[in-house]
């Protein structure tokens, strides 16, 4: 789904999350991906604010943390009740509290819930890139995880999770066929690696990114004036869907704010996997050992 946030705002997000789900769901959906943190937005001010701004980042921080989600609470059982009455399983971005302990650290997670609403399991970013890791904690081993739904194995790593070629050899010793990579990279760059990962992976892989327009950010976040002149998107989006054979089945979407649908032929991952395996008959485990920590 390429949408964006209702920004900075948990109820306002959550809901319009909610009406997506509904939608995709009578269309016909199975699984929907909404993008990175969706709830309660993208901390785009990382990139354009300095770390010695205290006096601009410390309340951007402060209603970041305000609006973020624990798992599990209100938001999370308004999610599980859309995935529920619409009959999908659900992967969503968030920005996630860690109530297990101070309460003002966040992570952005992945969180998955079933279509009987129930809750999956929610995987933290292992490694914030550059600027996130003023607001964002690191994941652990403990939260890598694959998940069996009627249509396939999901799995999922969080945009520049997919540049660790470590992290990808885990979710393909997982067994994934559905690889969901919600993001905020919006480069060309990163869509050649996504048909990268697909193929090397033999998965599908369900790339989603915030398409965000510059008027979505209220004019009262000082950090908007940083942005160049003119500026209509924040992001973009390119957002896609790929086949196990790198192919693109929808997408990328650049610039519109859509849902992008996709029938998954899942015969297509054993025929790309008859030549390359990657955590098969191509993983060569007598010359190469991989292990990763489950703790």
């Known amino acids: 789904m390429q949408h964006s946030s209702v920004f900075l705002s948990r109820g306002a997000s959550v809901e319009k999350a909610r009406k997506l789900i509904a939608e995709a769901g009578a269309n016909g959906a199975k699984l929907v991906v909404l993008p990175e943190?969706?709830?309660?937005?993208y901390p785009d001010w990382v990139w354009v604010v300095p770390n010695s701004k205290g006096a601009v980042l410390n309340p951007l921080y402060l209603e970041l943390l305000t609006n973020a989600v624990t798992i599990p609470d209100e938001s999370t059982e308004q999610l599980c009740e859309a995935a529920r009455a619409a009959g999908v399983h659900v992967a969503i971005g968030i920005n996630e509290r860690n109530q297990d302990s101070s309460g003002s650290s966040l992570f952005s997670t992945l969180l998955l819930i079933s279509d009987e609403g129930k809750i999956l399991g929610a995987h933290r970013k292992l490694m914030p890139t550059g600027g996130e890791r003023t607001v964002w904690g690191q994941g652990d081993g403990s939260t890598l995880a694959t998940f069996a739904t009627g249509f396939g194995r999901v799995g999922g790593l969080i945009c520049w999770e997919n540049y660790m070629p470590l992290a990808r050899q885990a979710m393909y010793q997982l067994g994934t066929q559905i690889l969901v990579a919600p993001t905020w990279d919006s480069s060309e760059p990163w869509i050649l690696a996504m048909r990268h990962i697909a193929r090397e992976g033999g998965t599908f892989v369900i790339n989603c990114c915030q398409a965000?327009?510059?008027?979505?950010?209220?004019?009262?976040?000082?950090f908007k004036t940083l942005y160049p002149e003119g500026r209509e998107w924040i992001n973009k989006g390119n957002s896609c869907i790929v086949d196990p054979l790198g192919r693109f089945l929808a997408g990328p979407l650049e610039a519109a704010q859509e849902i992008l649908y996709a029938d998954l032929d899942m015969s297509l991952i054993p025929a790309a996997k008859r030549l390359f395996d990657a955590a098969g008959h191509y993983s060569r485990p007598d010359v190469l050992r991989f292990e990763f920590g489950r703790t």
């Open 37 to 41: 943190v969706f709830i309660p937005g």
């Open 212 to 222: 965000l327009r510059m008027d979505e950010v209220p004019d009262r976040y000082e």
